[in-house]
């Protein structure tokens, strides 16, 4: 039988995707950093929010 690529595939492993993702908190933080790198800026007049 061969390796199960997808169990062996490379990325973040249970601990590391425990340790950025693991509460609602931390995952609400990583979807704001990514969504809005610079701060969340309003998209009809420009300035950003807090």
Known sequence: MGIN???FQKGLS???F???YG????CYAALVA???PAGFVCPKC???AP
Do not use: F, V
């Not at 509460?23 to 931390?26: G, M, S, V």
């Open 34 to 36: 990514s969504r809005w």
């Open 5 to 7: 690529k997808i169990q």
């Open 46 to 48: 420009g300035r950003y």
């Open 18 to 20: 425990m340790e950025n």
């Open 14 to 16: 249970m601990t590391g």
């Open 23 to 26: 509460t609602e908190d931390k």
